[in-house]
């Protein structure tokens, strides 16, 4: 036995589960070496999800990144032999038209991220998989890559150790558990573990579902939860007896039932000779903490699962035996059967990436094996070289805020998240019922009193239109569209439009209490800006100015936007609640490694911000603030920034607009936020909801959003918000930036879309919600750029001042022209549309106001 090793570059806990497996190979394929991985059981594992996973994989997601993890994981188990490419279906019954809508839905995002997804009749399904009931089903989709993992995902995760143990750079320790973490001056040292210490400078947390244990070493929690998953298993089944397959029939997917079915192949494989259908509870789902799981020798066999009550899912496998009737001919293996253990998070992702509170502490929690390796790559990746090739900010750990990570707020999001793991389906503007109301501007019962219809993001709750202004409605009536189509209309209030109307006629004032904000200050704060922002942010000039500006990363790729205020001893971050957290981690990170003198201080709840626009928002702020005369043109030019005086109260006034019209972002101290509001609505002003801000008019004068239409898989330049001249100081990214900006043309640009024609053959007229792959009309497949990026539509949105649907979306080069015609898919029906912008070209903006700048 080789001695018990006291050092490392890296320790993985949780080695042997799919993920710390696939972590330990990506990493050795980028170079690193002293690895050592451990784990509380064997390795490969006996006892972690992946010892029970059903090793399924689909690529059916609403979500770029899942769908690339998967892809990637699919090719990668596929060159490993380890692959079944059976294909798979997911029916919609008949009767089920919002299953069937869904499926379309499914069809047109894969068009979008690069699967091959498409829509069958109900005879080609039965064709498929002979043990359906033709008559139950109207049809299905129908996704050639879908496929099992052979014989098992342990079996991958065992090899992929052995391979790593034989190149001399992995050293595997099973039955040996993470006792605790030894950290210093916040950064890790090594980890305690119950057959000695071992100290390292990286730790990979890879513990699956008892993450949040290895986690809470380091005195944080993760937003993920186990949650019970019930797996029968009906047998004998001897259809493929003799053929030495693992599978015979492709995969089923029933998710209007939430469940699932396969065949386990020949008898005389690891699982064979049976049918297995799974279920996910969408009622009262069994969520257990990790610390609540029992060990090894305590439970009948394993901590993961749990015996199962027959009655517990009778219902569901009432309905499954209709549809598949040999379910009912099979006997039940009890002995078999049982409630396994997945993860589910709070918001529907994985938590990767580094600690908020310890450096060289990662996290790889909450990721299923069909993104084993592919979410192994991006952790590899990000570890060697700061960034990942797919923007993740979507799976980040640091985009969580504090409250986020509250063990209520986890229990409360993960039951709803794991009651909709397959149905019903969820709608991309669909908001949360658990952890609401924790944070509130102070002049949220003001928004009550007017019957906002409230939304939240950061944990503000945010108005998106008000029930005082439906009289609106009827003024505007022409001009504002019914929406007919009930998806369409899901989540949105008809009186947003009409707000967005009375703006742009008149002057409206909407809550922006959500913005995220930072503080930078000490000896190196504009320095550390300097380097970090692509605008210039230091010389005295600037100090008084707003600077809207990005973080690149070392690729010269769109890290993030925001606005900074230049003070006389520091600077303010204004930024997006959602991007917020995670640039707020990011500098301080920066700052620690460059070795800057700062301090950076989130003051989000201790700031609130009201933002008034529309051609009379200078007449209308002239009535409340003390000295009218300051807000004149000359006096108050475009991106200055002044303090004003409002109902006795001191406010920094920033002119500004992202809604095309003339006015002022309005910050003041969250306890000063009512008085002015007050002030502010004495003049007769209408409140306007957010959707206005955030929605449609950003679109209208064609903005882009961050996480949305700005990613990390393009550059500043593609994103049409490059200055004219790159500033002389040194940056981030600048070298990559220069040599894209050197560049004849760049790979793609970002575009503004209209949508020329919008009724569907059923003759309703459609009103875009999500994601829409742009096609080409003559050959109806989707554009590529010239890197492999794929077209789709990054945000889109109604206009009702222009009267058309808008959309954003990156096109490649060769179809970079205004005018051209292009398609985009929805629901299974495609919509003509036309390029009306190459990079940024406001489509309305009665101010000819640039973008924050």
């Known amino acids: 036995m080789s001695a018990f090793p ?68 699919m090719d990668f188990y596929e060159k490993m032999g380890h692959y079944a490419r059976i294909g798979g279906l ?77 190149s001399g750079k992995l050293t595997s320790i ?100 049976q049918i297995e259908w799974g279920y996910y509870y969408e009622t009262d789902p069994r969520l257990v903490h ?5 060990e090894k020798d305590q439970a009948r066999l394993s901590p993961s699962q749990r015996d199962l009550d027959l009655e517990d899912v009778i219902a569901p496998l009432e309905r499954a035996v209709e549809l598949t009737p040999i379910l009912g001919e099979l006997g039940f293996n009890e002995g078999h059967s049982f409630n396994g253990l997945l993860q589910t998070s709070t918001d529907g992702g994985p938590s990767m990436g580094e600690s908020q509170k310890v450096r060289g502490l990662w996290y790889a929690v909450g990721i299923w094996v069909k993104d084993g390796p592919g979410m192994g790559k991006l952790i590899a990746d990000w570890m060697t070289d700061g960034r990942t090739a797919i923007d993740h900010h979507a799976i980040d ?74 009289h609106l409605l009827e003024k505007y009536a022409d001009r504002i569209p019914v929406r007919e189509n009930e998806w369409d209309n899901r989540h949105f209030w008809r009186v947003s439009n009409a707000e967005h109307l009375e703006l742009s006629g008149n002057c409206g004032i909407i809550n922006l209490s959500h913005f995220h904000i930072t503080d930078i200050e000490g000896p190196d704060h504009v320095a550390m800006l300097e380097w970090l922002c692509a605008a210039k942010i230091g010389g005295d000039n600037n100090i008084g100015k707003g600077i809207y500006t990005h973080f690149l990363d070392e690729e010269g790729m769109v890290r993030a936007d925001f606005t900074v205020i230049r003070m006389a001893g520091r600077c303010r971050l204004i930024n997006g609640a959602d991007a917020g957290p995670r640039d707020f981690h990011y500098m301080r990170r920066v700052a620690q490694d460059k070795g800057y003198d700062v301090t950076i201080t989130d ?47 001191t406010v920094t006034a920033f002119r500004l607009s ?85 560049r004849d043309h760049q790979p793609a640009m970002l575009c503004t879309l209209v949508m020329t024609y919008n009724v569907d053959s059923k003759g309703c007229a459609r009103y875009p919600v999500g994601i829409m792959p742009v096609l080409d009309p003559d050959t109806g497949e989707t554009l590529v750029d010239e890197l492999g990026r794929r077209s789709f539509t990054t945000s889109v949105a109604y206009g009702p001042t222009i009267g058309k649907n808008i959309a954003l979306a990156y096109l490649p080069w060769s179809h970079c022209e205004t005018g051209r015609v292009l398609q985009v898919e929805y629901f299974g029906e495609t919509f003509p549309v036309e390029v009306a912008a190459v990079g940024y070209k ?10 924050r700048s």
């Open 90 to 166: 997911e029916i919609a019954r008949t009767g089920d038209d919002a299953r069937m809508e869904e499926l379309k839905r499914k069809v047109a995002s894969g068009k979008a991220f690069g699967t091959r997804a498409t829509l069958i009749s109900a005879a080609e399904a039965k064709e498929k998989f002979p043990l359906l009931e033709e008559d139950l089903v109207q049809g299905a989709l129908w996704d050639p890559d879908a496929g099992l993992v052979i014989p098992r995902s342990q079996t991958v995760a065992g090899k992929l150790v052995d391979e790593g143990v034989e």
């Open 174 to 273: 099973a039955n040996c558990s993470a006792l605790s973490l030894v950290i210093e001056e916040g950064r890790i040292k090594g980890v305690n573990t119950t057959r000695g210490t071992i100290m390292a400078d990286h730790v990979v947390v890879c513990a699956g579902l008892w993450g949040r244990l290895i986690a809470a070493m380091a005195g944080e929690d993760l937003p993920v939860m186990p949650v019970d998953h019930p797996l029968t298993f009906f047998g004998p089944y001897d259809k493929w007896a003799g053929t030495g397959v693992e599978i015979g029939f492709p995969l089923m997917r029933d998710q209007g039932n939430s469940a699932y079915m396969r065949d386990t192949g020949d008898p005389k494989t690891a699982e064979g000779g």
């Open 6 to 73: 006291s050092k490392a570059k890296v320790v993985i806990v949780g080695l042997g589960g799919i993920v710390g497996a696939s972590v330990a190979h990506h990493l050795i394929a980028r170079g690193w070496d002293g690895i050592v991985g451990i784990d509380k059981s064997g390795v490969p594992t006996d006892i972690g999800s992946t010892a029970h996973a059903s090793d399924f994989c689909y690529a059916t997601s609403h979500d770029f990144l899942s769908c690339w993890t998967t892809l990637y994981s």
């Open 603 to 649: 003051v989000t709840e201790k700031y609130v911000t009201i933002g008034i626009w529309g051609p009379n928002a200078r007449e209308t702020l002239s009535k409340v603030v003390s000295d009218p005369g300051a807000l004149s043109k000359e006096n108050f030019p475009f991106a200055a920034i002044k303090p004003i005086t409002i109902a006795g109260k």
């Open 658 to 742: 992202y809604v095309g019209e003339q006015g002022w972002e309005l910050h003041m101290a969250y306890e000063d936020g009512l008085a002015v509001w007050d002030a502010l609505r004495s003049t007769g002003v209408i409140a306007v909801g957010v959707e206005t801000y955030a929605n449609s008019r950003r679109m209208e004068k064609s903005l882009r959003l961050q996480n949305a239409d700005l990613l990390t898989e393009y550059n500043l330049l593609e994103a049409g918000l490059a200055r004219p001249k790159v500033k002389e100081a040194d940056f981030c990214g600048k070298a990559k930036h220069l040599e894209y900006k050197a």
């Open 397 to 470: 750990f640091s985009r969580f805020n504090a409250f986020q990570l509250d063990e209520k707020f986890i229990w409360d999001r993960c039951t709803e998240t794991a009651a909709k793991i397959y149905n019903p389906p969820v709608h991309p503007r669909e908001p949360f019922s658990g952890g609401r109301g924790i944070r509130r501007s102070p002049f949220y019962e003001r928004e009550k009193e007017l019957g906002g219809h409230f939304m939240e993001l950061g944990g503000w709750e945010r108005a998106h239109g008000y029930a005082a202004n439906e």
């Open 842 to 851: 406001a489509l309305y903006d009665p101010e000819n106001l640039m973008p």
């Open 290 to 294: 990790p610390r609540d799981l029992l």
